[in-house]
């Protein structure tokens, strides 16, 4: 026993060792591209490349000095002789965020994306790929100071004739019980505090199998509450750059958040993997071509976001095109050209069955005209490029495009549309009816640069926009919370990518706008990518089990087809408390989940945050908002149902699930939102009945909460915490 212990702290000093060797690495890396940065400018020829040049320094420079107290990596692989391992036998790589290489010796960290790193992913003990040992690190983080190794495990995948297990921190076993490696379930199930964390030292074999799917390849994930969707699109983005760098740093790569909260809490992701140049946005920021002033009734929202309008918007541009009926004469010097009525019609025609982008037609169109003129010309002898550009802009050719085929702007075609009730039924005879119409049909005329226009009147905008001319495109859209995209949502998506990919991510359980999908198949249509396989996570990794257990029973309430969820976590703690007073019992539970570490958050309906942000303030207990002032010392955040949507804390208090019901028309799908928000505990606190989809909760005291008075429907009670199975 002493000789394996001597062995494990010669090993453990040779790992630190090595830890060292590769922190100096990093800081050469630092200081090598810093000083790159500060010459580069005085290296480049002109402004242009200098410009380009430096913002590729810097924003190198800005990524290897990205979280410099962070482990440097995660993991080993230790490759066998076998013919398995290809042109890896008997090597060895660690594994980590990012390259870390000296040019005067091989890389001492590979990059997670890196072709080899897949084996630290996907290899198992029946399929090893020539693996001999997987080795994963432990790590103490502290404030202010880096990262400490403080052990490691090794699974050995193929056997040897000498192979025995090294237990992380010279204790313990390779795996549970449930099958998860220690240290990965340690990394899972630690305190959620601050924003969200990349999952490259814990990514499943089924996830990695979506992050390295290929640039062309859309996808889309539904995935259940805590089975990491929303990370795995993250990673899938920065595989992509890695992979792809040229193309899409060219094309771009836009991530898409429901709200600027979840984008906040997302945000430190990326930039950990080594991606800051990677756009992150809201909708509402992509097509925020004007500023909201008006809100529209719901009849009137609910029309707007119907695909219909789509067709009606077409109509309505296309309405503008008309026959010629004259000809067109071009006086050009001593001679006039003349271009018939018929064959000014025939283009016309030609033009508008080619179905391009209306601007581009309106080109397009002009270079036929002057193409006619141009042959006339040629009778008396060759014009040059400066007589073709004088032709395309004379005043005869202007005026006869400003008659047949006239300049549009988005903006007018929209308030034309909105503000003129009788254009509006030529477009939408037979799509929309009497009452829809008069739902969109504003009540005073309006001209554009007066208009006050809603957020659904964006989104008209944006598609009146796509039909004049193509938007500018990315390479990689990864779009979260797809299910709650209307259709006319998913075009303004899909116009940005049609020569790109998507990675699609939602839950159709959490579907929570009016207009949100109850379908993939349909709403992938929408988004220009019908052929995009649907790939279903079920496997929660951050949802404790009893959580999951409550949660599932809501599913059969929502009319969507998807999977339950199972969970690896059996830590988590769910108490489900009636009380007499909801601002006192939540003062009680936050005081309570203040002892432990973490986050906390308190949910509620809209309505009744006031009076438990004034309980929690009148109690002492410092709090913060997502839509808010913020305090950065705040543990607890208080915030509505319908701001809770991506966002993961340690410990939630649902507050009176039957408000959260009440307040809109999907409150049962907001409810199953709330409620899987926690990944450790959960507080239920309530006077009303729980919603019946609940069920009864098993008998057992709250200790956080004040007891209900014996007219109580419901006793309250803490449900058992399922034991979690293991990986299959």
């Known amino acids: 026993m002493r000789t394996e212990q001597s062995t494990l702290d010669v090993e453990l000093a040779h790992e630190r060792a090595y830890l060292a060797e590769s922190r100096a690495t990093l800081a050469r890396m630092l200081d090598t591209a810093r000083h790159r940065v500060e010459t580069g400018a005085q290296i480049a020829g002109d402004r242009y490349t200098a410009e380009t040049l430096g913002r590729m320094l810097r924003s190198h420079a800005k990524a ?165 969707k929303t990370a795995v699109g993250l990673h899938r ?15 771009g790569v836009l991530i898409l958040g429901p709200n600027r909260a979840f984008l906040n809490y997302i945000s430190a992701v990326l930039p950990a993997l080594g991606e800051v140049d990677i756009a ?59 271009v018939s009525t018929e064959a000014l019609r025939r283009l016309v025609e030609e033009v508008r069955q080619a179905d ?14 002057v193409g006619r003129l141009q042959r006339h010309a040629e009778t008396r002898e060759a014009p040059g490029p400066g007589w073709v550009r004088r032709m395309s802009h004379c005043r005869p050719v202007n005026d006869l495009l400003a008659q047949v085929w006239p ?54 905008i944006d598609e009146a926009a796509g039909l004049v001319e193509r938007p500018d495109g990315f390479g990689h859209i990864v779009v979260d919370e797809a299910q709650d995209l209307s259709p006319m949502q998913c075009r303004a998506v ?35 990518k019908p052929e995009a396989p649907v ?27 998807v999977p339950p969820t199972r969970s690896l976590r059996a830590d988590g703690e769910l108490r489900v408390s009636p009380v007499a007073d909801l601002p006192a019992a939540t003062v009680t539970a936050v005081a309570d989940a203040l002892r432990q570490p973490g986050s906390i958050a308190v949910i509620a309906a809209r309505h009744r945050l006031p009076e438990l942000a004034t309980a929690l303030d009148d109690a002492g207990i410092v709090t913060t908002t997502v839509d808010g002032d913020n305090s950065d010392d705040a543990r607890v955040t208080v915030l509505p149902a319908t701001l809770a949507k991506g966002l993961e804390y340690d410990h939630v208090v649902a507050v009176e699930p039957a408000e959260i019901v009440d307040d809109e028309r999907r409150g049962a799908h907001r409810l ?20 019946s989809a609940l069920g009864r909760p098993a008998s057992a005291p709250h200790p956080a909460a004040p007891a209900q008075p014996a007219a109580a429907t419901q006793p309250a009670g803490a449900y058992p915490i399922a034991t979690a199975p293991g990986i299959a």
């Not at 254009?423 to 504003?442: C, K, M, S, Y």
């Open 494 to 528: 899909a116009r940005r990518s049609v020569h790109g990919c998507l990675t699609v991510l939602g839950d159709l359980a959490q579907a929570t706008t009016d207009w949100a999908a109850r379908s993939w198949a349909e709403q992938l249509a929408h988004l220009g």
């Open 280 to 338: 992150q946005r809201t909708l509402d920021d992509l097509l925020a071509r004007h500023p909201v002033q008006a809100v529209d009734s719901d009849r009137a929202a609910a029309v707007k976001h119907d695909v219909r309008m789509a067709h009606v918007l077409r109509r309505a541009l296309h309405a503008k095109i008309r026959t010629p009926t004259e000809p067109l004469v071009v006086p050009d010097g001593s001679y006039r050209w003349r």
């Open 356 to 369: 391009l982008p209306y601007g581009l037609g309106r080109e397009r169109l002009r270079t036929r005209i």
């Open 64 to 228: 290897l000095a990205e979280e410099p107290e962070s482990p440097l990596y995660f993991g080993r692989l230790d490759f066998d002789d076998s013919p398995a391992a290809g042109d890896h036998r008997g090597e060895h790589y660690y594994i980590g965020r990012r390259h870390i290489t000296d040019p005067a010796a091989p890389p001492r960290v590979l990059d997670w994306r890196a072709p080899v790193s897949r084996a630290f992913y996907r290899a198992s003990r029946q399929h090893p790929e020539g693996v001999a040992v997987r080795r994963r690190f432990g790590w103490t983080r502290r404030a202010n100071a880096p990262a400490e190794l403080t052990g490691f495990e090794d699974e050995h995948l193929t056997p040897a004739p000498d192979a025995g297990t090294i237990p992380e921190t010279r204790a313990g076993s390779e795996t549970r019980a449930d099958g998860l490696s220690r240290l990965v379930a340690a990394e899972i199930e630690r305190p959620r505090v601050g924003p969200m964390r990349d999952i490259v030292a814990t990514i499943q074999p089924e996830q990695d199998e979506l992050v390295r799917a290929g640039l062309h390849e859309s996808v889309c994930i539904q995935g259940a509450p805590g089975t990491g």
């Open 237 to 251: 983005a920065a595989y992509l750059l890695y992979t792809h760098p040229r193309q899409l740093h060219r094309t």
């Open 672 to 691: 199953y939102v709330v409620l899987t928000r926690a990944v450790s505990r959960l507080d239920i606190l309530h006077t009303r009945p729980l919603p």
């Open 407 to 460: 300049a549009v702007r988005a903006e007018e075609l929209v308030a034309g549309l909105l503000g003129d009730p009788e254009t509006l039924a030529e477009a939408a005879d037979g799509v929309l009816d009497e009452q829809e119409r008069a739902a969109i049909t504003w009540t005073a005329p309006r001209t554009a640069k007066r208009a006050r226009w809603t957020a659904a009147d964006l989104i008209l």
């Open 535 to 561: 790939v279903p996570l079920t496997t929660g990794f951050r949802v404790p089990a009893s959580v999951v257990e409550l949660t599932n029973r809501l599913l059969a309430t929502l009319a969507v087809d």
